[in-house]
């Protein structure tokens, strides 16, 4: 079964210092990763995917995430956080067997504060 | 265009009473799915739907269940509640034509909060 691992619970950053999110995923086969974003109150929003190609993947709001194959790994990275971007934030993932269905990581809450 | 719309917003229900959450997905979208988010466990999908046909189950008991009527639209219900029940339930369509696109997204909708008394 897929898994996904996020190892940062609770960020605290303040504003301009960079972020980096870490996500692991176990699935061994070809697979589909996601980061979403979820806004205090809000429903959960597409931040970005990788599907396949360039393992560098830029997303909204100037975040980007690295693929790396060898590593398992999916990490977001912003160059500078603004006070906006407090939310929780999750990596997925998506096997290649057809299912829809996305196997997500436990979450980071990240804390921006002015 | 409208997202993907839940209600109700929240529920109150007491152990042992049935619930049915409501989905409407966006205009277009054949696939529905429902997700399950606590604070202990995360998210976690529950079932997808297509064509009014339950496609893929998470591992959940057999007290959840739901439905997808031919306009799309999409129940979930769960019967005999417990506490540990309670829970944000997230619905997701997408623009699904039958087999997994490769570039398929899900769209979510704002959730229905289910407190289990």
């Known amino acids: 079964a897929q898994s996904v691992s996020q190892h940062n619970h609770h960020v605290i950053l303040s504003e301009a210092a960079s972020l980096e999110l870490g996500c692991n995923y176990s699935?061994?086969?070809?697979?589909?990763l996601f980061w979403y974003v979820q806004y205090p109150g809000q429903h959960l929003q597409l931040l970005l995917k990788?599907?396949?190609?360039?393992?560098l993947v830029k997303g909204i709001k100037g975040f980007e995430a690295e693929f790396i194959k060898s590593k398992f790994s999916f990490n977001l990275r912003k160059p500078s956080v603004q006070w906006s971007d407090t939310a929780e934030y999750f990596c997925?993932?998506?096997?290649?067997?057809?299912?829809?269905?996305?196997?997500f990581g436990s979450g980071t809450r990240l804390q921006v504060q002015p | 265009k409208a997202g993907v719309t839940q209600t109700p917003r929240y529920l109150i229900k007491t152990r042992g009473q049935q619930v049915t959450l409501s989905c409407s997905p966006i205009?277009?979208?054949?696939?529905v799915s429902w997700y399950q988010q606590t604070p202990g466990q995360g998210l976690q999908f529950l079932f997808e739907?297509?064509?009014?046909?339950?496609?893929n189950k998470g591992n959940f008991p057999g007290r959840f269940s739901g439905r997808q009527f031919s306009n799309s639209r999409s129940e979930m219900n769960v019967s005999t509640l417990e506490l540990g029940d309670s829970a944000l339930y997230l619905c997701?369509?997408?623009?699904?034509?039958?087999?997994?696109?490769?570039?398929?997204?899900?769209?979510f909708g704002s959730g229905t909060q289910l407190s289990v008394l």
């Open positions: 997925a993932s998506r096997d290649n067997t057809g299912r829809r269905a996305l196997t």
């Open positions: 699935y061994g086969g070809t697979v589909n």
């Open positions: 990788y599907f396949s190609g360039d393992p």
């Open positions: 205009s277009g979208h054949r696939s």
């Open positions: 739907y297509f064509s009014e046909t339950q496609r």
């Open positions: 997701a369509s997408s623009l699904a034509s039958g087999r997994l696109a490769t570039n398929e997204k899900l769209f």
